[in-house]
């Protein structure tokens, strides 16, 4: 049931980006940045942790999981360390996520030649 719940959601949040991208003047880069804050505001509210419990991978994979994700280190970060945890807490979270993407973009960039 797990795997199903996670494709669900992951498909309705793809559904939903899908949807305003044909319905709306948006950018993909103007979807993302929404989808990143709804994906904080939900963690604000501890909605999205009930997400991450009933769809699992499914939850973790969008991009509203980074929005959460830098959320929740935030907030840890406050709890542990004051006002500077705030800064070092959201990117505790999502270094290895950000690292992951840098070097796999880089090794990209010599397998693939741009087009004009």
């Known amino acids: 049931m797990l795997y199903f719940n996670a494709f669900l959601f992951a498909g309705l949040v793809c559904m939903i980006g899908q949807i305003i991208l044909d319905k709306t003047k948006l ?8 989808f990143v804050v709804v994906g904080a505001f939900l963690d604000v509210f501890d909605i999205y942790d009930k997400f991450v419990l009933w ?7 969008p991009i509203t999981s ?11 970060g406050y709890n542990e360390q004051g006002f500077m945890g705030l800064f070092v ?5 999502t270094s290895a996520g950000i690292c992951a993407a840098i ?11 741009p087009r004009d």
């Open 103 to 113: 070097i796999c973009a880089f090794f990209m960039s010599l397998v693939f030649k």
């Open 27 to 34: 950018t993909p880069g103007h979807i993302t940045v929404i």
């Open 55 to 61: 769809a699992g991978g499914g939850a973790l994979v």
């Open 89 to 93: 807490g959201a990117f505790d979270l």
């Open 66 to 76: 980074f929005g959460h994700m830098l959320t929740h280190g935030a907030i840890m």
